[in-house]
Nanobody, 127 residues
Framework: QVQLTESGGGLVQAGGSLRLSCAAS????????MGWFRQAPGNEREFVAV???????YLSDSVKGRFTISRDNTAETIYLQMNSLEPDDTAVYYC?????????????????????WGQGTQVTVSS
C-alpha cells in the first residue's frame, strides 16, 4: 500500500499562486508516475498534471502555461506550482499514483490507471 499526503491548498486571490505538494510513503518502490486530478462541486474528477519518475510530464490544456509539475525523487514528492490562478481553478485537488508504465503516454488522463489516491486538498480562488 502507498500513502499519499497532500499539502499546500488554501485561499488565494485571482492571479495569485499556490504550490501543492504530495509526498508518497509506504510501498513506493513500484510507483511509475504521480500526478494531480481535481474535482469541483457537481463535476467529475478531471486530470490536471502528471509526471513519471523519469521526468516525462503532461498537463491538461486548461492549465498548460500556468501550472508546472515537478518531482523530487529522493523525497518521493511531487509538486504542482500553480500561477495565474483563476476562479475556475477552484476545486479539491487530489494526488494520485500509478504503478503501470504501459501506455503511460496515451492513458495518463484516465482515472482508472491510478492505483492510490490522497485525501485531497482544497484550492479556492476568489475573484
Amino acid at each position: 500500500q502507498v500513502q499519499l499526503t497532500e499539502s499546500g491548498g488554501g485561499l488565494v486571490q485571482a492571479g495569485g499562486s499556490l504550490r501543492l505538494s504530495c509526498a508518497a510513503s509506504g510501498r513506493t518502490s513500484n510507483i511509475y508516475a504521480m500526478g494531480w486530478f481535481r474535482q469541483a462541486p457537481g463535476n467529475e474528477r478531471e486530470f490536471v498534471a502528471v509526471i513519471s519518475w523519469r521526468g516525462t510530464a503532461y498537463l491538461s490544456d486548461s492549465v498548460k502555461g500556468r501550472f508546472t509539475i515537478s518531482r523530487d525523487n529522493t523525497a518521493e514528492t511531487i509538486y504542482l506550482q500553480m500561477n495565474s490562478l483563476e476562479p475556475d481553478d477552484t476545486a479539491v485537488y487530489y494526488c494520485a499514483a500509478r504503478t503501470s508504465a504501459r501506455e503511460y503516454d496515451r492513458d495518463y488522463e484516465l482515472r482508472n490507471k491510478y492505483d492510490q489516491w490522497g485525501q485531497g486538498t482544497q484550492v479556492t480562488v476568489s475573484s
